[in-house]
């Protein structure tokens, strides 16, 4: 079930993150550092509105949305839901404009404020319809909606910055049309009906006690993502985050990335498995999540610390290739090592309905990555920083590992880890021997050398999934 549920979930998983990353590389091209720099900044303002504000309810949903199956639940549902929105926005306006006019050392403009304001509107709206979506295993509202708002945010953004001007509150009102389209054509073909605004005092209150705790833990998971684009701003000024920004946004969405491919269903998944079996089973299910996981993510960050130099050559603008060499391979580890924390030990602590672990894991990540980051900044500057937030996620997964392992028995299977670090070891030695080259028609090959190695060395670490695998694929297409 989870290997089915994971290709369905791929194109949006591959499309939408593609995206990102290729809008990180292309805005270079087109935005100087201070412009990139307050687009960022933007970004990261949105962020945390959502979490501040909508996370604890988008948290509710996924874990619990598939449960109001029932007509009269449904209803209920979607009432609250509706209300829920409504005041989220008007909150996150206030939240936006207050944290544009007092936190970017430029002088925003009302264009500027108000695209920040549709932005964040849109987009946080979008992520909580695609948690919703996926809680209910309908991918293709979540595609329509994972892809959209990237791919057709990022073109549109393109076309604006070519032609019209390249400014932030362009890219900024090009990303909030195509996150307003998503959603209008994923809502007819989700279960959320329209109805009137209406507090159901139950849910809330389910919500609410499961939410409650994450409400904090998702602020502090934001301080781990992008304090650094803050502390770097207040000692550096703005132009400083955007050369921060390519190889930090670069490192984080490429893991960011690779985790979504195997993740779309995997907390779904192991919902059901206690629904249906019990907590018993919850454990080899994570163990297998985990193991996709780290299979994702080992040759990622291999990959990009074997062709750093080749890598930032090839595709950055030419006055941001000094600082991203230096920052991507720090970025890749520490957002792999977050990604494991947060797809693998962390939900743990959410399955098991212990939310309360989540804010000390998270905690412990936000305070060390502050203190690291800026300790860091101090003694090695902006390349000083990253590796203090790489610092901090290295605390907090050991934290989150051996809390889960020590409650719930949460663990990884030693023969699983052996055999992805045998692959990635080949498809290192691969990567190395081959001629590195400082040009995209010469890197791409690269890439597929190093991905084919790893894909045949995997193969042979796990000869008997590959037979289910191969046996599963051959029933399908004999009965179509």
Request: hydrophobic share 60%.
């Amino acid at each position: 079930m989870l290997l089915r549920q994971t290709i369905l979930y791929l194109p949006a998983q591959i499309i939408g993150p593609l995206a990102q990353m290729a809008a990180t590389i292309v805005w270079t091209y087109w935005l100087q550092p201070e412009a990139l720099g307050a687009y960022a900044l933007v970004w990261a303002i949105q962020e945390l509105a959502g979490l501040a504000i909508l996370a604890w309810w988008s948290a509710y949903m996924l874990r619990y949305a598939s449960g109001h199956g029932a007509e009269g639940e449904r209803a209920r549902l979607d009432g609250m839901e509706w209300a829920v929105q409504i005041l989220a926005a008007l909150a996150q306006t206030v939240f936006a404009v207050a944290a544009v006019w007092t936190v970017l050392d430029i002088e925003p403009t009302v264009e500027f404020a108000a695209a920040a304001v549709a932005f964040t509107l849109t987009r946080n709206l979008a992520s909580h319809l695609a948690d919703r979506a996926r809680a209910h295993f309908e991918i293709t509202a979540y595609s329509i909606i994972q892809i959209t708002g990237s791919l057709f945010g990022f073109l549109i953004g393109l076309a604006v910055v070519a032609w019209v001007a390249p400014t932030p509150e362009a890219l900024l009102w090009s990303y909030a049309a195509a996150q307003a389209a998503g959603i209008l054509f994923a809502l007819p073909l989700m279960r959320l009906d329209l109805r009137a605004p209406r507090f159901d005092r139950a849910i809330l209150a389910a919500a609410w006690r499961y939410g409650a705790p994450l409400f904090v833990a998702s602020v502090l998971v934001w301080v781990g993502s992008h304090s650094i684009r803050f502390i770097v701003q207040y000692d550096l000024g703005v132009e400083a985050v955007g050369f921060v920004t390519v190889g930090w946004w670069l490192g984080l969405r490429l893991t960011t990335f690779a985790s979504m491919l195997v993740t779309g269903a995997s907390f779904s998944i192991a919902v059901e498995r206690i629904r249906e079996v019990g907590p018993t089973a919850a454990l080899p299910q994570f163990a297998t999540n985990s193991a996709l996981l780290l299979a994702i993510l080992a040759p990622s960050l291999a990959g990009v610390i074997v062709l750093n130099t080749s890598l930032v050559q090839a595709l950055v603008a030419a006055q941001y290739v000094p600082m991203t060499m230096q920052i991507l391979p720090l970025a890749v580890a520490a957002g792999a090592i977050r990604a494991f924390k947060n797809h693998g030990s962390d939900q743990c602590f959410l399955l098991f309905e212990r939310t309360t672990l989540n804010i000390w894991s998270t905690v412990i990540e936000a305070v060390a990555t502050v203190v690291c980051c800026i300790v860091g900044l101090h003694l090695g500057g902006m390349v000083g920083a990253a590796a203090g937030c790489l610092v901090a996620a290295i605390i907090a997964e050991i934290f989150s590992f051996v809390v889960a392992n020590r409650l719930f028995g949460y663990y990884l299977r030693l023969a699983d880890i052996v055999r992805i670090a045998t692959a990635t070891a080949a498809m290192a030695l691969v990567l190395e021997l081959l001629p590195s080259s400082q040009t995209l028609g010469g890197v791409l090959p690269e890439v597929t050398a190093g991905a084919l190695t790893y894909g045949a060395a995997l193969a042979l670490m796990f000869p008997a999934e590959v037979r289910v695998f191969a046996g599963k694929l051959r029933a399908r297409l004999s009965r179509r």
